[in-house]
């Protein structure tokens, strides 16, 4: 095949292009491959998760005691609004992207992602990001408005609101924003212009679809929140009125331009994972994932409906038509559903195998599950006028980025933690962490739904004594140190198992989509050959090869 | 750089790949990016006509007047550069270089005519005591316009980097995507402000 042979060539090219005297930190610094930026993605955001979750620590901690223990009111809003800045900005999002660096190109037969230059600078403006949000710590206090950053609040009208730590808040997410945007150009021109012959689009792995749709969210999203970014800055430095409303400006315009990109930024942040888990389902379940083609419906359907929702974040304000965005919210339950289904009768009847990966993917389901229903609640105004501001909104985004996304991010991490390093993570302490994280997350966060019922406002350091509210709280601080703890033996694995001599099989799962064709760590140019793909499983094709008794253009999902 | 002989590669067949008909990963990248570039003006623009439709006079009181007819004659500019840029890229794909570096300069000179004569509407605007923080109006004006400004530099810089490499004799009638992507680019820049001018100077 001439293909095959262009790529042994480009191979040889840069066999010899890479000198061997080479410092490895000169050739980590340096890099355009997409494995080690995403080797590089995937560092950088566990670090940032646990500086959130340091963090988040401070908080319960702060909680433990109705009272003031060891923050202030206004650390304490410091605390939250670096925690959810971090967690959501510089760690999921980062990390799932980091997960399409590493495995999107490998999924689809192709040598790189299609501009490996620009690769290269999305991943470096994420640690100048965090350092540039984290310096505010030395020049005169964080951002303090929480991760919303609601107008007038961030205007600086206030007194609070005027530290540097929100303008430098504000550099820190354009940068943020920036990379995003890049990585998904970078991603969909990748997708749709470097699949392998044979890869057709329905053919691609699910996680690849994802992938594809969250780029588009990115990319339509992601500029409005720049925007809204870029007026920000300028009502607070050069006297502009944008959102201010004795100039003529309006206040809640905010809330639209910042929920106009953060809503579709919950989709950012869970159709990955979602893709990772229609990964890790079937390949532990020994079957092929249930309805491909809904699947994928499904997913362009979350992305299409995800623009029409943002104003459900602004029931409370009265300046929204409550009964289309509560019906559009609801009507955005309805995909998820859909997954669910693919995802639970793609479980029946299977042969399943609980290995760590597929008991986090399990977790999500569950987690995932409990996260959309009370998000569901909260899409009816009357409940959301009761609920917002409350620690049930708490409990719900905690159920589906920490039960969602966090699971997710752990379940793709043991699954393909063997393509990274050639070695199994350990199943004895994959399944401690496994358990110590369901745990201690279950007890910190299914107890707000029920502060939350009680009436305990969020984002307050202080609380009166009432008999239920203190037992509740302390269960969550509890809770919280649970999941600090279950971080341990992850990260004990971690090091150990990268410390092992002995390789496992280069396909240890016997995985399904093409990333397993190729050695585990795969070679700079990825591929030495590539298989023949007549359908979304070529490597399940390629095993059983001899079995076929049809024309292989005839299985499963081959037509175009 | 090696010096590559883009005449002989011209002779080559094309790759057996290379599907006909398809876009190349440069050209759709330099498309997506556009898209997001798109949002970004939304975004502006949502914040025009929502600070607009709630004000009860608009523009507010005290604004100086905007010369509708200075900004046709930008407009005009703008447009007609649009027309050469396009001319140019005609001229490279039928591999005709003297001619593509003639409209490229064009194309630039009426660039940087529009970013000039913007810069005197914006000094004679802040001397009628006009500027960013003097009001809503301002706030909308300057940030709009200066975005679209910011843009328009950065378009010319692109065309002037077209340009030199077009000196060197690096594009052919096949190999210029370079020059359709500074087209792509300095068209969308062109078309914001055909937004903009109708929003601001014409929409009374």
């Known amino acids: 095949m001439a293909i095959t042979q262009e790529r042994s060539e480009a191979a040889a090219d840069a066999a010899h292009g890479i000198s061997p005297r080479r410092h490895p930190i000169a050739v980590w610094l340096t890099t355009t491959d997409h494995k080690k930026i995403g080797i590089m993605y995937l560092v950088n955001s566990y670090l940032w998760f646990g500086v959130a979750g340091l963090l988040a620590v401070f908080i319960r901690a702060e909680l433990a005691q109705p009272g003031t223990q060891y923050f202030g009111e206004e650390r304490y809003n410091q605390l939250f609004t670096m925690h959810g800045t971090t967690m959501i900005f510089l760690f999921v999002i980062p990390m799932l992207a980091g997960f399409g660096n590493y495995i999107v190109p490998l999924q689809i037969g192709a040598l790189d992602m299609a501009f490996p230059r620009v690769n290269a600078l999305s991943f470096w403006m994420l640690p100048l990001a965090g350092l540039v949000l984290y310096s505010s710590y030395l020049l005169g206090g964080p951002a303090d408005a929480g991760w919303t950053q609601y107008a007038p609040l961030s205007e600086g009208v206030g007194t609070p609101g005027n530290a540097i730590g929100i303008d430098l808040w504000i550099v820190a997410l354009l940068l943020v924003g920036t990379a995003s945007i890049l990585g998904a150009v970078n991603f969909i021109t990748t997708i749709f212009n470097m699949r392998a012959p044979g890869m057709t689009m329905f053919r691609m792995p699910l996680f690849t679809w994802t992938m594809l749709v969250t780029s588009l969210l990115v990319l339509l999203a992601t500029p409005v929140f720049t925007s809204a970014l870029v007026m920000l800055l300028i009502d607070r430095n050069l006297g502009g009125s944008f959102f201010n409303p004795a100039n003529g400006g309006i206040a809640v315009l905010w809330q639209n331009v910042f929920w106009f990109y953060s809503h579709p930024a919950v989709y950012v942040m869970v159709l990955p994972g979602m893709g990772i888990i229609s990964d890790v389902l079937p390949v532990f379940s020994r079957k092929p994932l249930f309805g491909y083609k809904a699947f994928v419906f499904a997913t362009a359907g979350i992305g299409a409906l995800g623009f029409s929702v943002w104003a459900h974040h602004m029931f409370v304000t009265g300046q929204v038509l409550l009964p289309f965005f509560s019906i559009m919210t609801f009507l955005i339950a309805v995909p998820t559903g859909v997954k669910f289904f693919n995802w639970i009768a793609t479980l029946v009847k299977g042969q399943i195998t609980f290995s760590t990966a597929m008991l986090f993917a399990i977790g999500f389901l569950t987690m995932f599950l409990i996260g959309g229903i009370d998000g569901v609640f909260l899409a009816s105004p009357p409940v959301d006028f009761a609920l917002t501001e409350t620690y049930w909104v708490v409990a719900h985004i905690h159920y589906v980025l920490f039960g969602g996304s966090v699971f997710a991010v752990y379940a793709g991490f043991y699954y393909w933690f063997p393509k990274f390093s050639g070695r199994k993570l350990n199943e004895g302490l994959g399944k401690l962490h496994f358990w110590l994280q369901f745990i201690g997350f279950n007890l910190t966060f299914f107890s707000m739904h029920i502060l939350g019922l009680l009436g305990m406002p969020r984002r307050i350091q202080d609380y009166p004594a009432l008999p239920d509210w203190v037992g509740l709280n302390q269960l969550q601080t509890v809770g919280a140190l649970i999941i600090a703890l279950s971080t341990a033996p992850f990260l004990a694995n971690v090091v150990m198992t990268l410390r092992r001599k002995d390789r496992d099989p280069e396909d240890p799962w016997e995985g399904n989509t093409l990333e397993w064709y190729t050695t585990s760590p795969p070679p700079a140019h990825n591929f030495d050959s590539l298989p023949e793909i007549h359908s979304e499983r070529p490597l399940f094709d390629l095993r059983h090869a001899d079995e076929l008794t049809v024309h292989p253009d005839a299985t499963t999902t081959g037509a175009r | ?204």
């Open chain 2, 1 to 204: 750089m090696a010096v590559v002989d883009t005449a002989a590669l011209d002779e080559l067949p094309a790759p057996e790949h290379h599907k006909p008909g398809g876009i190349s990963s440069s050209l759709l990248g330099m498309v997506l990016f556009i898209a997001s570039e798109v949002m970004f003006f939304g975004g502006l623009f949502g914040a025009y006509f929502t600070i607009r439709s709630s004000a009860t006079v608009w523009p507010p009181e005290g604004t100086p007047h905007l010369s509708a007819l200075y900004a046709a004659v930008l407009t005009t500019i703008l447009v007609t550069s649009s027309v050469t840029m396009q001319l140019g890229v005609w001229a490279i794909r039928r591999n005709d270089q003297r001619r593509l570096k003639l409209w490229l300069v064009l194309s630039l000179l009426l660039g940087v005519t529009f970013l000039c004569g913007q810069a005197l509407e914006y000094s004679k605007l802040i001397g009628e005591g006009m500027t960013l923080s003097s009001g809503v109006f301002g706030s909308t004006f300057y940030t709009l316009t200066g975005f679209h400004g910011a843009h328009v530099a950065g378009g010319a810089a692109f065309i002037l980097i077209v340009f030199l490499r077009a000196r060197s004799g690096q594009f052919t009638a096949r190999y210029h995507d370079t020059v359709e992507m500074a087209s792509y680019y300095w068209h969308f820049v062109d078309v914001v402000w055909l937004g903009l001018f109708s929003t601001i100077y014409l929409l009374r």
